[in-house]
């Protein structure tokens, strides 16, 4: 199987502080990650597209000096909110495609960040 | 927006019933796939069927798809309470790698 994990898998932080969240593939190389994030009972809507050693492709209305994407060697991308405030509480998920696997992504446990 | 949207939005079925679940999209594709999401946790991916595919079997699970229509089912036969879970569709555009996610169909299965 591929498997990617995420860390933390919960943080809670004060309003206008940074967090940075992690995302790896543990046992293939992840040319691409993506990044969601999902409110309560909601979809997931893409954030971004991160392909290892360029920058970031935002979707439309994400904010790239408000979401850092950092994608530095094949397992690993970082988000970082930066300057969160309480609206950017939710669930943050990554997943990845790397060669040899087609078209599937391979979602990590997600990370529920809570911005008081 | 792109995002597909999926009916029902909620089902509640007892064990052994069979549950569908639509999905429609919007644009041209490359392929759509079904991911399945338990509370709280990431997605797991189901199954994948390409645009040139009409339907596609894998266990208890059956999707068919219909590119005129942009629309797709997910059957699962003989629900089980460990079915439970909230199960979406998602779209690859052509020529992105990138996913479109459907609104999602919270399942319930009933001991």
């Known amino acids: 199987g591929a498997v990617v994990s995420q860390h933390p898998s919960r943080v809670i932080c004060k309003s206008g502080t940074s967090v940075k969240i992690e995302c790896r593939s543990l046992?293939?190389?992840?040319?691409?990650m993506f990044w969601y994030r999902q409110f309560p009972k909601q979809s997931l809507m893409l954030m971004a597209t991160s392909n290892e050693g360029s920058k970031a492709t935002y979707e439309q209305g994400v904010e790239k000096d408000k979401f850092l994407i950092n994608h530095a060697s094949l397992t690993l991308s970082t988000l970082t909110v930066t300057s969160a405030h309480p609206e950017d509480s939710s669930f943050y998920i990554c997943s990845a495609t790397g060669e040899g696997r087609g078209e599937t992504q391979y979602f990590g446990p997600g990370t529920r960040l809570l911005v008081l | 927006s792109q995002q597909g949207e999926e009916d029902p939005q909620a089902l509640s079925i007892q064990e052994g019933e069979n549950a569908t679940m639509n999905c429609s999209y919007k644009?041209?594709?490359?392929?759509l796939q079904w991911y399945r999401q338990n509370s709280g946790r990431g997605l797991v991916h189901l199954i994948l069927?390409?645009?040139?595919?009409r339907e596609k079997h894998s266990g208890r699970l059956r999707v068919t798809l219909d590119t005129s229509k942009k629309s797709s089912s997910l059957l699962i036969t003989a629900s089980r309470a460990a079915d439970t879970a909230s199960y979406f569709c998602?779209?690859?555009?052509?020529?992105?790698?990138?996913?479109?996610f459907g609104t999602g169909t919270r399942l319930q299965v009933f001991p």
């Open positions: 998602a779209t690859g555009p052509d020529n992105t790698d990138k996913l479109i």
């Open positions: 069927i390409r645009s040139n595919e």
């Open positions: 046992d293939f190389q992840a040319t691409t």
């Open positions: 644009t041209s594709i490359n392929n």
